[in-house]
């Protein structure tokens, strides 16, 4: 499987964007994907999380109630819809995803087999 991740940008406090995550593969629908994101002079972390198939999802704290994670399965995509961003949330944001991952490591990035490039956002206050 390929990740292509799009849609980053600059955007100010309060703005909104949406993350594309395309993939290749006929089977993608079957693979649970993640997003995670990275700062300057910080670690990788755990943004969402949708199971594939059943499309049971997961959010870390921080961005619960803003962030909303999607797919489109017959698109090979996933989204993530980001409003009411805030000047922390600028970070290169990743996909990454996995086809037997299980849940209880979503939130772990060496438990993904699959990267994308990464995009960035830009939030300015």
């Known amino acids: 499987v390929q990740l292509q991740a799009s849609g980053g940008g600059l955007v100010q406090a309060g703005g909104s964007l949406r993350l594309s995550c395309a993939a290749s593969?006929?089977?993608?629908?079957?693979?649970?994907v993640g997003w995670f994101r990275q700062a300057p002079g910080k670690e990788r972390e755990f943004v969402a999380h949708i199971k594939g198939r059943g499309g049971i999802t997961a959010y870390a704290d921080s961005v619960k109630g803003r962030f909303s994670i999607s797919r489109d399965n017959p698109k090979n995509t996933v989204y993530l819809q980001m409003n009411s961003l805030k000047p922390e949330d600028t970070a290169v944001y990743y996909c990454a995803a996995d086809h037997s991952i299980i849940w209880s490591e979503i939130r772990n990035q060496y438990a993904y087999d699959y990267w994308g490039q990464g995009t960035l956002v830009t939030v300015s206050s």
């Open positions: 593969g006929r089977t993608f629908s079957s693979y649970g």
